[in-house]
């Protein structure tokens, strides 16, 4: 069987392609199609001929991830597995980048990005993984358009905050934690402090969650509100309070569909994590998608960006802190799943009590309890069982057997530190300390 890369350097409207062979020759010279019908056929005749002369090939295509452009050429080489032997896979920029640069490349232009790409296919053939078809895709649509409506739902909610400190304040003393429905009724039929003392207090009590007592204080304080300019932006308040009442109608059912479209199991498995709700338990489904395609927790974490890094060289030592450099909204909902773990799971708040008795701030505790709550996800998933905190007991006390010796002592296992050597005074300073606690 022979192998050929196919690397495709993705723009918008067109795409850049290119074929090597496993010795990095040039097998189809680099060549320009737009992302249209008429386009993808001409990209499925060139494949077709291609099959015809090379009966035992297999192609290997790579598209680097670009927001959303790949995304038709990605279905297309799906599409095209089911008459040929063709695989494709995304790719990280910032990985085909590094390795461009180590080849000194000085001139960077689509068709080099597309060879650059069939490179990177050849050299890391082993660590690439080709996926079969996302099947979340459609539904992670959905959660992205569920955020576009959510950040349009928060920039209406802090315009009516500024609105309603000029023609209501005393209603803010009750938003406190957030807007409520109740506070959002009662401002779409009196949106002013003047238009609230001067209703019945009948009627302002038949809004849900308003008793006859909350009406009653609710009318004396308006009466002596302290706002202005009420008449003037009555309408205004009117009207963005019912986008925010319409958005939130809108968000509530892309949630309940979003719900019913994962797997029931899966969902089922997340949740019986204490501190890990629908909503949490369906983003990070559809963030992480297919489990097996992580061989490892550590290769999760690092896509995600919570992984530790740390950095030393020399005599300069950097500090060890969370990544970052993977998705940030996944980031989020795991934040918010450890703040509701740290209270309601013993694990995960037997874990933050830890690390701060070791001295370390609120935020980086809670980024050691996200990390250790998706360590927790990937097993749940990978293994399809429920949370089990007997488990997590088992391998904390495999790792306490096998800890190994400090990485220090390993280094200098065929030399000791020696402070004659020609060595910096920072580095005679720490090799002084470090004698000086071996000999204590």
Known sequence: MQKF????????G????????????????SFQLDDTYIGHRTLYDILKDFFKNHADATVYAGVESTGGYENNWFSFFHKLQQQFPVYVTRLNPLGVSHDSKADMTRVITDKNSARAIAIFLIRHDERISYTQEDLFAPMRKVW???NTLTKQR????????SLLYSAYPEILAHCKDGVSDWVLKL???????????????SSIAKIPYISHKK?????????????NDQDAIAEIIQLTVQQILHLSSIITQKEQKLEKSCSDDDVRILQSFKGIGPYSAVGLLLHIGQIERFPSVKKLAAFFGLHPTFKESGDGVWAMRMSKQGNA???????????????????IRKTYEHHIAKGMTHSAAMGACMHKILRIVYGMLKNKTEFDPSIDQKIQKKE?????????DRLRRYQQRDTQAPISRRQYKKRKEQDMSQNE
């Open 215 to 227: 009406a009653v204080k609710l009318q004396q304080a308006a009466r002596q509100s302290v706002g």
């Open 14 to 29: 067109y795409a850049d392609f290119i074929m090597l062979n496993e010795q990095k020759q040039l097998v189809i010279d």
């Open 5 to 12: 890369y196919l690397g495709i350097d993705v723009s918008k």
């Open 154 to 161: 928060t920039e209406l909610l802090n315009q009516l905050e």
């Open 329 to 347: 909204e996944v980031r989020c909902i795991l934040y918010n799943v450890a703040r509701s773990a740290v209270v309601h799971n013993p694990v």
């Open 400 to 408: 306490q057997k096998t800890r190994q010796l400090p990485i220090n």
């Open 144 to 146: 992205n358009f569920m």
């Open 187 to 201: 401002l779409s039929q009196y949106p002013t402090a003047q238009r609230v003392a001067n209703a019945e207090v």
